[in-house]
């Protein structure tokens, strides 16, 4: 399977604090991409990050990503209630033209 | 604009009963995808599309069928419902760059429960 991975699967911190989720992946990519799902809703897009870019920003969130290590970062600071659901990175192969999604990580921020 | 509609939102299902899942997008998108979603597995790609009458194998075809006649609906059957297939289906669109996948919109879900 080409499947990424998300470590840590789950991760538990106080209002206020960092976040930071990490994927692993297989074999060269197009892109890769951050997605959170809300429980029991369908998934939204975060970030895409392209494979000749290093970080990107989008309000609170970081991604890098490490192509000689196949491994991507997300870091949400200054962490909210609001902001408890999954998080799943998903990898666009080159050659095709669908996303593998990985397992996720599941966050849970207490107030 | 609606984005990605799916249709039924929940279904129970005996075993060897069919069904077919509507999925519908409003934005013009080439590309749609069906998945599944079982606890701790993620998604995982049943079938896909890269446009009107065309369509692919994912990860996990077996047991159902797909068909795109219209751009904006893609249609994911059960001919035969197993209890295997209990499971949250979602479905996607999105556009595809010419260097990569594109961002994907996703449907809200249906909760489909096989007996």
């Known amino acids: 399977s080409q499947q990424g991975e998300e470590d840590p699967q789950a991760l538990s911190i106080q209002e206020g604090e960092n976040a930071t989720m990490n994927c692993s992946y297989k074999t060269s990519i197009n892109n890769l991409q951050w997605y959170r799902q809300n429980s029991g809703r369908g998934l939204v897009h975060l970030i895409l990050i392209r494979s000749n870019e290093r970080e990107k920003h989008s309000g609170r969130l970081r991604v890098t990503l490490d192509t000689s290590k196949k491994s991507s970062s997300l870091l949400i600071t200054a962490s909210r209630a609001a902001d408890t659901a999954s998080y799943f990175c998903?990898?666009?192969?080159?050659?095709?033209?669908?996303?593998?999604f990985g397992k996720g990580t599941m966050l849970l921020v207490s107030p | 604009n609606a984005g990605v509609t799916q249709t039924p939102k929940f279904r129970v299902l005996k075993t060897g009963q069919s069904m077919t899942l509507l999925c519908a997008q409003d934005?013009?998108?080439?590309?749609m995808y069906w998945y599944r979603q079982d606890p701790g597995m993620g998604l995982r790609l049943i079938h896909y599309?890269?446009?009107?009458?065309?369509?692919a194998k994912g990860e996990v075809p077996d047991g159902y069928n797909v068909s795109r006649l219209k751009k904006q609906n893609f249609l994911l059957g059960l001919e035969s419902a197993a209890p295997s297939q209990t499971s949250v289906y979602f479905c996607a669109s999105s556009t595809y760059t010419g260097t990569g996948t594109d961002t994907q919109y996703f449907g809200p879900g249906t909760r489909l429960t096989v007996l």
């Open positions: 934005m013009n998108h080439e590309y």
């Open positions: 599309s890269v446009g009107e009458g065309t369509t």
């Open positions: 998903a990898t666009d192969y080159s050659g095709y033209s669908t996303l593998t």
